[in-house]
């Protein structure tokens, strides 16, 4: 079971208009239009794993006053959430923002006090549990409580020192967070780091600038483009839970699930509010196809055509001539890879062309992870390379047309 533990609170949004200034103060009126309510923290983080069908448990404190009790009535509306709030804080943490036409952020007001109890008391967890720590320094993540998790697998979200999260699978500072734990960065001294304070992974994000990937012996950087940002309050919740679903639930690796966390994201800023993730917001729309694609036809244009109609990106993958040989013969390819890459580059309908040299794109599709996989009609879904990773569309022969075909007529 994935288990979400850290300082919950509470998001109030007081919507209005502010056309005016108080003859009070240099400041704006606003005149409230309606409220809004979600949980915010280590709440939102598991919102959104939850909102992903995942069975979670969420646990921290909250007080015994309006603000909590709002907290636990939102929580039940989780079905795959199961909550084990405890009621011993003094009051519950409670931001309220208010917002003008527009969208427009006036003012928030923050309403907390540092948590004193224990949560670990109650805390039952098992070794194979995955750990989700979401820690804004209220005081639920301590040293006593990082001790009592040395078995399990942890995945961290920082605000304390960075001593405090020493062995943690996955540490995910932000790039602020960085600079103040570390200074400069670069992929060397974050390296460094890691080893330091024996991270398996260190995940720093960057706002615009995406997202850094780091272990022992490599390095990635991912960057997803954002149509506009209307509102960054929870995207780093966001990422942080695409990025445990996909790792812990779908099999994916790190880089790959740092990925769909940088697209789900990418995705979330780009919504008013706090919203949690949806199954809508991971679908990239990526569409691929692979072939040798050795003389272009009327089929080859047909079938990308239709696979562009799919999705947002069609990436085109083909064999190298190296591979190309292997499976048709010496006699092929009629044209080399970097001959076929530049012609299929020049067709509006493909976004992508990558090249492999393996008898398969097994490999890279692992890595792509492509939302759609399309195939000719000379295929079934069982006999069609990755089936397992993505839906599979099959795309009808176009009869009369096929490289094999006009190689040989050209020889008569």
């Known amino acids: 079971m994935i288990k979400v533990i850290g300082d919950i609170m509470l998001d109030r949004w007081i919507l209005g208009t502010a056309d005016r200034m108080s003859p009070e103060a240099p400041v704006p009126v ?39 009790y709002k907290i636990i009535e939102l929580l039940k509306d989780c079905k795959t959430l199961t909550s084990n709030v405890s009621f011993d804080n003094s009051i519950t943490t409670t931001k309220t923002r208010l917002v003008g036409q527009g969208g427009q952020h006036i003012l928030r007001w923050d309403r907390e006090e540092l948590y004193t109890g224990n949560v670990e008391q109650s805390l039952v967890v098992d070794n194979d549990d995955v750990v989700v720590i979401s820690d804004y320094n209220k005081g639920v993540i301590t040293q006593e409580l990082m001790s009592s998790l040395q078995q399990n697998k942890i995945f961290v979200d920082p605000k304390q020192s960075p001593d405090l999260y020493k062995d943690c699978f996955l540490v995910k500072p932000n790039m602020k967070e960085y600079i103040e734990w570390f200074g400069h960065f670069n992929y060397d001294t974050a390296r460094k780091k890691l080893k330091e304070y024996g991270w398996t992974w260190l995940v720093v994000t960057d706002g615009a600038e995406g997202v850094h990937v780091i272990n022992q012996k490599e390095n990635w950087h991912i960057k997803e483009d954002v149509r506009e940002v209307a509102d960054v309050t929870g995207a780093g919740d966001t990422f942080l839970a695409v990025l445990v679903y996909g790792y812990a639930t779908k099999n994916m690796s790190i880089p790959e699930s740092c990925q769909l966390a940088c697209y789900a994201s990418a995705r979330n800023v780009e919504k008013r509010g706090v919203h949690p993730v949806t199954f809508d917001d991971l679908n990239r729309g990526v569409v691929w196809t692979n072939g040798v694609f050795d003389i272009l036809h009327p089929g080859h244009l047909e079938l990308l055509k239709y696979a562009k109609n799919l999705g ?56 792509i992870r492509p939302d759609i996989i399309v195939k000719g009609g000379d295929y079934t879904t069982e006999t069609t390379v990755g089936n397992e990773l993505a839906e599979v569309k099959i795309f009808p022969i176009v009869k009369g047309h096929s490289t094999t075909e006009i190689i040989g007529r050209i020889k008569e």
């Open 30 to 68: 606003l005149k409230e239009s309606y409220q809004t309510f979600s949980v915010g923290g280590a709440g939102n983080l598991a919102f959104n794993l939850a909102n992903l069908s995942v069975h979670v448990g969420l646990h921290g404190a909250v007080g015994s006053d309006k603000e909590g």
């Open 312 to 367: 947002k990106k069609l990436i085109v993958g083909i064999n190298d001539d190296e591979s190309v040989r292997r499976l048709k013969g010496n006699g092929r390819p009629v044209n080399n890879f970097a001959t076929r890459k530049q012609q299929l580059e020049m067709l509006p309908w493909v976004d992508e062309v990558v090249v492999f040299g393996e008898d398969t794109p097994q490999q890279i599709l692992e890595i």
